[in-house]
Each structure stands twice: as C-alpha cells, then as structure tokens.
C-alpha cells in the first residue's frame, strides 16, 4: 500500500503563505483522487481541495477557493498545497489523502471515510 506523508507545516501571522507537500511512496497514485483536509479541534474534517491525478482536474471547497492551490508533481511523486492569506482560522492540522476506487470527479463530496490511504499530517497554525 501507498505511503503518504505530508510536511511544510508551521506557524505564521494572518496574511502569510505556507506551501505543504505530500510525498508519494511505494507505489504511485495515478487514476486516484488525492485531497488534502484539515481537522481542528470542535470541527468537522472535510475535503479542502482535491485533484484527479489523471489529468489534473482539481476542486476546492468555497471557504478556501481563491487562496488555495493544489498541484501535482508526476516526477517528484508530490503533491502540493499552497496556502495564502492564512487567516486564524485555518489552523489545523492538515492531511493529505487518496484513494484510487473513487470515480470523478474527485471533489468534496467525499468524505474522509471514503479515503483508504492517509498521511499522519501537519500542523498549521496561523496567529493574527
């Protein structure tokens, strides 16, 4: 099975940008849905963005769009989360996720159940 491991976490001030990266190992995940999430404590975990690893078709929840990007690097076996304009309450701890069983498009109608392989996440906290 695929391992997944997220990094790029930290802390910044309201207004900054933070790039996380998950890398791919054992294995590759093509023709899967990749999402990163974010849990903190008191809220519910849901899908931030997601990509379809074949061809790149990403998605992106409301509350994020616009300051959110999610791409992928085929040869590194990374994907990418870049973050700006952190607001406070983006900090969380964030995971990267797939699963190659669920069909397209890969967006935030998952739920975390839905993914079988995870990362074991990093932190980001954002102070204003």
């Known amino acids: 099975q695929v391992h997944l491991a997220e990094s790029g976490g930290g802390s910044v001030q309201a207004g900054g940008a933070l790039r996380l990266s998950c890398l791919v190992s054992?294995?590759?995940?093509?023709?899967?849905?990749l999402a990163w999430f974010r849990h903190a404590p008191g809220k519910q975990r849901g899908v931030l963005a997601a990509?379809?690893?074949?061809?790149?078709?990403?998605h992106y929840r409301d509350s994020v769009n616009g300051r959110y990007t999610i791409t992928q690097d085929n040869a590194m076996n990374t994907y990418y989360l870049q973050m700006n304009i952190l607001k406070p309450e983006d900090t969380a701890m964030y995971y990267c996720?797939?699963?190659?069983?669920?069909?397209?498009?890969?967006?935030?109608?998952?739920?975390?159940?839905?993914?079988?392989?995870w990362g074991l996440g990093t932190q980001v906290t954002v102070s204003s």
């Open positions: 996720a797939a699963d190659a069983l669920l069909p397209v498009p890969c967006d935030y109608r998952w739920s975390h159940a839905d993914f079988g392989a």
């Open positions: 054992f294995g590759t995940i093509t023709n899967s849905c």
């Open positions: 990509i379809y690893t074949q061809g790149g078709e990403t």
